[in-house]
């Protein structure tokens, strides 16, 4: 059974900058490709980053150039920095393992002068 706990989200103004940490526990973290998910109230969640177990990363063109998904494997720790913060990023950030259910319980981000 994987574990998922995020954490870091927080207020901010227009510009600013945070960084999502997201804790595993209880698989080959490793191995796993990760994700980072956001939801609006009354949307889907969306399709944010993701890293493969190579590092190797891609994001939705809505973030390209503005967030940074890292991995820490000795830690088990996934990471999202965002940058130039808008308040259309404004969301519940989720990390996943892919194809799998293992979601945390997600971390509010608000962006709001």
């Known amino acids: 059974q994987v574990q998922l706990v995020e954490s870091g989200g927080g207020l901010v103004q227009p510009g600013g900058t945070l960084r999502l940490s997201c804790a595993a526990s209880?698989?080959?973290?490793?191995?796993?490709?990760m994700n980072w998910y956001r939801q609006t109230p009354g949307n889907q969640r969306e399709f944010v980053a993701v890293i493969k177990d190579d590092y190797s990363a891609d994001y939705d063109d809505s973030v390209k150039g503005r967030f940074t998904v890292s991995r820490d494997n000795a830690n088990n720790i996934l990471y999202l920095q965002m940058n130039n913060l808008k308040p259309e990023d404004t969301a519940v950030y989720y990390c996943?393992?892919?194809?799998?259910?293992?979601w945390g319980q997600g971390t509010q981000v608000t962006v709001s002068s």
């Open positions: 209880g698989g080959d973290f490793s191995s796993f490709t």
């Open positions: 996943n393992v892919l194809w799998t259910n293992y």
